[in-house]
């Protein structure tokens, strides 16, 4: 079946205006995250969805930084006024609920985010 | 928080011979403990996980990592490395009562087998 995809898988930007990542996550898969890696730095977790529960924003390193997902669908994670220190890979992956004891996220190729 | 060690940056090693790559976490809690592979221009694929049970857990390509909660260690090993097992592999942590389930990453290793 269909992974995890991202768009776009590339995006240049000017400094100081907003862009917006998009994730389709494996359907049927409750769990969506959103994380950076920044060159020569391991991944950093950004935001948590889970169903229909308040999300986990506790990673998101700014206010500039935000991210809605449309039911277990969807996600857009929005960076607004990017700064150079944005330029990073960002990473969605998904995963069942946690009653399955799987634990397993399935990461999407990712955008490659460069602020010029 | 959590944090991951992963001491090597790099590890160059010559085909057919063996590999570790060193993976340390922080804290004592109750934890899940992955490594996740990065291969040339390709997405994140989970390699191996521990979740409960056997402290020794095994892939489908050879690698075996084991559990070692004194020493709060999860090191991966493969007894004989093969030119396809170049790549960048990432442990990763997740808190087992956190609720969030989010995975705390090391910084990576590349591991470079030299025919």
């Known amino acids: 079946g269909a992974g995890v995809s991202q768009s776009p898988s590339n995006k240049v930007t000017e400094k100081g205006k907003d862009v917006e990542l998009r994730c389709d996550p494996i359907?049927?898969?409750?769990?969506l995250y959103w994380y950076r890696q920044r060159l020569g730095q391991g991944l950093e977790f950004l935001i948590y969805?889970?169903?229909?529960?308040?999300?986990?924003k506790s990673g998101l390193p700014s206010d500039r930084f935000s991210a809605e997902r449309t039911g277990e669908s969807v996600s857009t994670l929005t960076i607004q006024r990017t700064q150079q220190e944005d330029s990073a890979v960002y990473l969605c992956a998904s995963s069942l609920t946690w009653t399955t004891s799987s634990y397993e996220q399935y990461f999407g190729p990712g955008t490659r985010l460069t602020v010029t | 928080a959590q944090s991951v060690t992963q001491l090597d940056s790099q590890v160059p090693v010559f085909e057919e011979a063996p590999v570790e790559l060193r993976c340390n976490y922080s804290?004592?809690?109750?934890?899940?403990l992955f490594w996740y592979v990065q291969y040339p221009n390709q997405g994140l694929q989970l390699l191996l996980k521990?979740?409960?049970?056997?402290?020794l857990v095994e892939s489908i390509n050879g690698f075996e990592a084991e559990f070692n909660k004194s020493q709060t260690s999860f090191h991966l090993r493969k007894p004989s490395v093969h030119i396809s097992d170049t790549a960048e592999y990432f442990c990763a942590v997740m808190d087992s009562g956190a609720g969030s389930y989010q995975l705390t990453f090391g910084k990576g290793t590349k591991l470079s087998v030299i025919p």
């Open positions: 804290s004592s809690v109750s934890v899940y």
């Open positions: 969805f889970q169903g229909n529960s308040a999300p986990d």
């Open positions: 359907s049927g898969h409750t769990a």
């Open positions: 521990y979740l409960s049970g056997s402290t």
